[in-house]
């Protein structure tokens, strides 16, 4: 069974940084592109970021660029998503979402609560 949990949640003062984890099991290969999402309450799920299987290539919401970065180590089987300069209005549940190249399936972990708040 495929599955993925995220960590590295939690609350930060504003300006705060963090960095989110998201470990992947089951799968054979480690041919599939890993995303970051969050979702506030009432909001509808958003794309943050996405990185390619090798790791070359990169995409990022506008309003996170220049301040997140999306990484994958595939020895480990893990994403990371590290957060500079919090706001906020990033303050959601973060979900990792890997997508198998070969299927096109979609894969998604439980999700990690960041709160950004004084």
């Known amino acids: 069974q495929v599955r993925l949990v995220e960590s590295g949640g939690g609350l930060v003062q504003p300006g705060g940084s963090l960095r989110l984890s998201c470990a992947a099991s089951?799968?054979?290969?480690?041919?599939?592109?890993m995303s970051w999402y969050r979702q506030a309450p009432g909001k509808e799920r958003e794309l943050v970021a996405s990185?390619?299987?090798?790791?070359?290539?990169?995409n990022y919401a506008d309003s996170v660029k220049g301040r997140f970065t999306i990484s994958r180590d595939n020895a480990k089987n893990t994403a990371y998503l590290k957060m500079n300069s919090l706001k906020p209005e990033d303050t959601a549940v973060y979900y990792c979402?890997?997508?198998?190249?070969?299927?096109?399936?979609?894969?998604w972990g439980q999700g990690t609560q960041v709160t950004v708040s004084s």
């Open positions: 990185i390619t299987s090798g790791g070359s290539m990169t």
């Open positions: 089951g799968f054979t290969s480690s041919r599939y592109v």
């Open positions: 979402k890997a997508r198998l190249v070969v299927t096109g399936n979609d894969y």
